[in-house]
C-alpha cells in the first residue's frame, strides 16, 4: 500500500478504528461470541472485553492530565510490548474469567459502543499536546489516541479470524499501524506486505517466510516488533 502524503489527525484516526472495530462488535451474537480468534485462547468475546477495558483505560487517561514530560511517544510506547510474558499469560486468563460472567453477549457489546463513544467524544475536544498518564507512562494526549488506535486495529484483524462476512479495519487504523511498525523498525519494512499483513508479521500473529527473511536481512531477527 502506498504511504499517505498527509497523516491523519489522531482524533479522526481513532474515530475511525473505533468505528470499523464498533461496527463489527454490533454484529456479534451469542453464538458466534464463542468463536476462536486470532489472540492465543480468547474467543470473540473475550477479545471484545479486552478492547472494552482499553477503551475505558483510554477515557480514564484523557481525563488524567499530569504535570510531568512525557517519557513516551505513538512509537516507543509499544517497545514495552512483548509476547510471552507472564504479564500477557495473566491477562488472558482474567479476560476469560471476567468475559465469560455476561450472561448475554449483547450486554458485553453494548457497554463496548458506549465505552468508544464516550472515547471518541472527549478524544475530539482534547488538547493533543496536554501530557496523560497511562500503563505507568506520561504520552501526549495526541500520542495516547494513536495508541489506542493501533491497539483496535490490530485485535480488529484477530476479531474477524473466524468472522469471514465481517467488515474489516480502517484504511486510516491500518496506515497508522504500519506507521508505528515502521517507526519501530527505524525504515519503511523492505516487504511488499500489505498493511493487514505486515501488521500479523510485526506483532507475531504470523510467521515470516524464507522471502521474507531474505529481504529484511538483519533485521528480521528483530521480529515480532511488539505483540
Known amino acids: 500500500m502506498p504511504h499517505e502524503k498527509e497523516v491523519p489527525e489522531p482524533a479522526q484516526v481513532l474515530r475511525s478504528a473505533y468505528g470499523a472495530f464498533g461496527a463489527v462488535v454490533a454484529t456479534i451474537t451469542d453464538e458466534r461470541s464463542w468463536l476462536p480468534t486470532g489472540c492465543l485462547g ?3 468475546r473475550d477479545l471484545v472485553y479486552h ?6 483505560r483510554g477515557l480514564v ?10 517519557d513516551r511517544d505513538a512509537v516507543g510506547y509499544w517497545a514495552d510490548w512483548r509476547p510471552g510474558t507472564v504479564g500477557a499469560a495473566n491477562g488472558r486468563r482474567f479476560n476469560r474469567v471476567v468475559a465469560g460472567m455476561f450472561l448475554h453477549v449483547e450486554q458485553l457489546c453494548e457497554l463496548y459502543a458506549e465505552t468508544a463513544a464516550a472515547v471518541v467524544d472527549a478524544a475530539t475536544g482534547a488538547a493533543l499536546d496536554r501530557p496523560v498518564a497511562t500503563q505507568g507512562h506520561v504520552l501526549a494526549a495526541g500520542d495516547l489516541l ?6 483496535a486495529t490490530i485485535h480488529h484483524l484477530d476479531l474477524v479470524v473466524s468472522l469471514p462476512d465481517a467488515r474489516g479495519p480502517s484504511a486510516e487504523g491500518l496506515g497508522e499501524v504500519r506507521r508505528t511498525l515502521d517507526g519501530l523498525l527505524g525504515h519503511p519494512a523492505p516487504v511488499t506486505w500489505d498493511d493487514a499483513r505486515y501488521a500479523r508479521v510485526a506483532t507475531g500473529r504470523a ?3 524464507d522471502a521474507d ?8 531477527a528483530r521480529f515480532p516488533l511488539f505483540g
Open 42 to 44: 480468547w474467543s470473540v
Open 51 to 56: 478492547c472494552l477495558r482499553d477503551a475505558q
Open 61 to 70: 487517561a484523557l481525563h488524567t492530565p499530569v504535570d510531568r514530560a512525557p
Open 146 to 151: 494513536r495508541t489506542l488506535a493501533v491497539e
Open 207 to 209: 510467521p515470516l517466510s
Open 213 to 220: 527473511r531474505n529481504r529484511l536481512g538483519a533485521d528480521a
